[in-house]
Every structure is written in structure tokens, then in C-alpha cells.
């Protein structure tokens, strides 16, 4: 029963930053692991950036490493994507993703090992 909502997508010149947001309905999202997705036109969803759930861990795609950092704030059931030095090849729309059947506090990387999903936010980044 848990929904994500995400907020922060638009439109951003090559080079600009945004922070993608995605806030959970329940309080057990301190007990999730959290992963941000992407999807492009034309190609198959992808993950960008995980981490565990108790923060300590993060891993991301080697396209964004150095760029993106993902972050939560568990007393705000909010997890965060910090996108800087985008590119037009980052555009694309980000989902938000939450794993509850965690069997380790790791982060996961797998699109299946995932139960919850935001509704997406588009990002798209100009030349």
C-alpha cells in the first residue's frame, strides 16, 4: 500500500542541476531500500542510483558516477537524486523505487527486486 510521489523534474540547459524528490507514505520507508531509474525514448529502463536502508551505502551507474548523488531522510520518509553537470543524454524519465523484502542492508540494483514505484518525472536536459 505504499505510494511514492515524485516532484522536481523539468527542464534544465546542459551543464544546470535538479533534485528530484520522491516522499513515501509510510513510516516503514526507513526500512526500504531506495533506487532512482531511468528510462529514455527508445531504450529499456535502467538503474541510476541506489541506496540502503540506512543510508550508509550508495552505488551508481557508471554514466552518472560523480554527478548524481542519491541521499534519504528518513524522518522525512524522503529520498533525493542530486543531478549536477547534466546532460542532454541524462534526459529521460526517473522513477523512484522502493525494495520492502530487503534480505541484507545493501543497496539493490535489479528493477525486480523492487515492490514500489513512483509515477515518474520527466527530465529533460537541452544542448
Known amino acids: 500500500q505504499v505510494q511514492l510521489v515524485e516532484s522536481g523534474g523539468g527542464l534544465v540547459q546542459a551543464g544546470g542541476s535538479l533534485r528530484l524528490s520522491c516522499a513515501a507514505s509510510?513510516?516503514?520507508?526507513?526500512?526500504?531500500?531506495m533506487g532512482w531509474f531511468r528510462q529514455a525514448p527508445g531504450k529499456e529502463r535502467e538503474f541510476v542510483a541506489g541506496i540502503n536502508w540506512s543510508g550508509g551505502i550508495t552505488d551508481y551507474a557508471d554514466s552518472v558516477k560523480g554527478r548524481f548523488t542519491i541521499s534519504r531522510d528518513n524522518a522525512k520518509n524522503t529520498v533525493y537524486l542530486q543531478m549536477n553537470s547534466l546532460k542532454p543524454e541524462d534526459t529521460a524519465v526517473y522513477y523512484c523505487?522502493?525494495?520492502?523484502?530487503?534480505?541484507?542492508?545493501?543497496?539493490?540494483?535489479?528493477?525486480?527486486?523492487?515492490?514500489?514505484w513512483g509515477q515518474g518525472t520527466q527530465v529533460t536536459v537541452s544542448s
Open positions: 523505487a522502493a525494495d520492502r523484502t530487503v534480505s541484507s542492508n545493501r543497496v539493490y540494483y535489479s528493477q525486480d527486486e523492487y515492490d514500489y
Open positions: 509510510r513510516r516503514t520507508f526507513s526500512t526500504y531500500a
